[in-house]
């Protein structure tokens, strides 16, 4: 059987914060947890919740940090000297306020792009060379101002639907990163979860 593979969701712990569009990382981490048959535990010596699953022939932790965004690195660092994670077997799932709302974009490797839970990482794992998956949560309306009500709210009546689209494509990616890679789960699946209203007119122009 390979070595370990790491796949991390990043939000905040408690209640109030459950369904804030900053937790779309733990989100979707709960989401493979129940397509995966995985039992969360909460382990204190990593300061994460965390589930191990056997998926064919990859044995998998998945983890939600519990040390609050900012410190993530701490618990990630923790796993993967623990399990001598490769940084190429280790994915991070992160919300993105550059992305809009119902895109999903997954990379090799990259820079923390402003997130404070991939910049805590990059420091606990010494380097960025581990891929991201990026759930788009779109920007405020009021712009830079509103930034942190935007992050810390809850997805609203109308965005519920689509973001429950965005987490199962989102599992969909991380499945097949894990089987066939990340070229090919970027291919398949980065993207938006539907077409731009430009081509359905288009489409439906022509019909």
């Known amino acids: 059987m390979d070595s370990w593979y790491l796949i991390v969701g990043l939000g905040n712990p408690g209640g109030r914060y459950s369904a804030t569009r900053h937790n779309a990382g733990f989100m979707a981490l709960d989401?493979?947890?129940?397509?995966?048959?995985?039992?969360w535990v909460e382990e204190k010596k990593f300061n994460a919740r965390v589930a191990r699953v056997n998926i064919d022939d990859r044995r998998v932790v998945l983890c939600q940090p519990q040390t609050y965004m900012n410190?993530?690195?701490?618990?990630?660092?923790?796993?993967?000297?623990?399990?001598?994670?490769?940084?190429?077997?280790?994915?991070?799932?992160?919300?993105?306020?550059?992305?809009?709302?119902?895109?999903?974009?997954?990379?090799?490797?990259?820079?923390?792009?402003?997130?404070?839970?991939?910049?805590?990482?990059?420091?606990?794992?010494?380097?960025?060379g581990f891929a991201r998956q990026r759930i788009g949560i779109g920007k405020p309306v009021h712009g830079d101002d509103g930034l942190t009500g935007h992050v810390l709210g809850a997805f609203g009546e109308a965005e519920s639907n689509l973001i429950e689209r965005v987490l199962k494509r989102s599992a969909d990616q991380v499945c097949s990163w894990l089987s066939e890679g990340t070229q090919m789960a970027m291919n398949d699946f980065n993207g938006s979860v539907s077409p731009p209203a430009k081509k359905n007119r288009e489409t439906e122009e022509k019909e």
């Open 71 to 128: 410190l993530s690195g701490e618990a990630v660092g923790s796993l993967v000297r623990f399990y001598k994670i490769a940084l190429d077997q280790l994915l991070i799932i992160v919300d993105d306020v550059s992305i809009p709302l119902g895109e999903l974009r997954l990379r090799p490797q990259g820079g923390s792009g402003g997130h404070h839970g991939l910049e805590s990482i990059e420091l606990h794992v010494a380097g960025s």
């Open 31 to 39: 989401l493979l947890a129940d397509r995966w048959s995985g039992n």
